[in-house]
């Protein structure tokens, strides 16, 4: 490996735990605090526990992530962001510990919530989404693998993360939570398609089937297309209830340069502002929807 292993830094640590995938965390919870207020349920605590569990899910999900691949081989040759196992900075055991630290963060955070709210049925859920993010890419065959992977994200970043946000606090979900689930759903499924995207030609060398393997490369571009369309037509949907909702179609706006790259046909390194942009224009969607969601309430 190219350098002495065991020799990463707080910085490569930090660029290893993919901080510019924290949006897909942050995202679903405000959008789910939005439905929560308009049923006139909102907590605080609540909403903050709900975040840190998602927060150390999805930190956990991308230790995983690095330690399985690169166990494997399969980020030997990357054109993304560091993965530590792969470039042989760190330990594969050290990142294994940091993705089980990670995820066991999220479980007892998520006991705790459970616990004080009483809604003892979300634990099945909580556990499906531990269980989820190790066997993405972990496990003797790992679903990330055999192009289930947009799948996984759309129901546990979309369906499951939003919908918990509001049920734990309301005991109940609404049309308005079921819109924004889905439209997290769709958002947080085409950061990942862009990302499968960009890693099309190194995912098929080491044998990934990714969806968007599957599909090729015109296939997955228009797929993409079709995931940022999704929370913009949810929005004109919930505005004849909601009218203060309407504003989220500004995020957009950011949407537009990773749109440009992905039908303009960005390929490997041109690709990575993508799935930035990507969720950018998913927090400014959830931060709008939230707001008329609340205002409206």
């Given at each position: 490996m190219g350098r002495m292993i065991a020799m990463a830094t707080v910085t490569e640590w930090i660029?290893?735990?993919?901080?510019?995938?924290?949006?897909n965390?942050?995202?679903?919870?405000?959008?789910?605090?939005?439905?929560a207020a308009q049923l006139g349920a909102f907590s605080w605590w609540q909403s903050l526990l709900a975040l840190l569990v998602a927060l150390a899910l999805i930190v956990g999900v991308n230790f995983a992530n690095d330690y399985s691949d690169g166990i494997r081989g399969t980020d030997t040759e990357r054109v993304g962001p560091l993965r530590l196992v792969g470039s042989g900075v760190a330990r594969p055991r050290a990142v294994l510990t940091a993705?089980?630290?990670?995820?066991?963060?999220?479980?007892?955070?998520?006991?705790?919530?459970?616990?004080?709210?009483?809604?003892?049925?979300?634990l099945a859920g909580g556990a499906a989404c531990l269980a989820g993010a190790w066997f993405?890419?972990?496990?003797?065959?790992?679903?990330?693998?055999?192009?289930l992977g947009e799948?996984?994200?759309?129901?546990?970043?979309g369906l499951a993360a939003v919908l918990g946000t509001v049920y734990v606090q309301a005991g109940t979900v609404s049309w308005a939570a079921l819109g924004g689930a889905v439209a997290i759903g769709s958002f947080s499924t085409a950061v990942l398609t862009a990302n499968n995207l960009r890693d099309i030609p190194t995912d098929t060398t080491s044998g990934k089937r990714t969806l968007a393997v599957r599909l090729g490369d015109a296939g997955t571009r228009r797929l993409y297309l079709g995931l940022a369309?999704?929370?913009?037509?949810?929005?004109?949907?919930?505005a004849p209830a909601f009218p203060l909702v309407l504003p989220a179609l500004l995020a957009?706006?950011?949407?537009?340069k990773p749109v440009r790259a992905v039908t303009g046909g960005a390929t490997g390194p041109g690709?990575?502002?993508?799935?930035?942009?990507?969720g950018m224009a998913m927090l400014a969607w959830s931060v709008l929807t939230a707001l008329g969601l609340v205002l409206a309430g």
């Open positions: 660029e290893g735990a993919r901080p510019r995938t924290l949006p965390a942050v995202a679903p919870v405000l959008a789910g605090v939005g439905a993705a089980l630290v990670s995820l066991g963060v999220a479980g007892v955070l998520g006991l705790t919530l459970v616990a004080a709210t009483g809604r003892w049925w979300l993405y890419t972990g496990g003797r065959r790992p679903y990330g693998y055999a192009g799948i996984a994200v759309f129901v546990f970043f369309l999704v929370p913009f037509l949810i929005t004109v949907a919930l957009a706006v950011p949407l537009l690709l990575i502002p993508a799935l930035r942009d990507t």
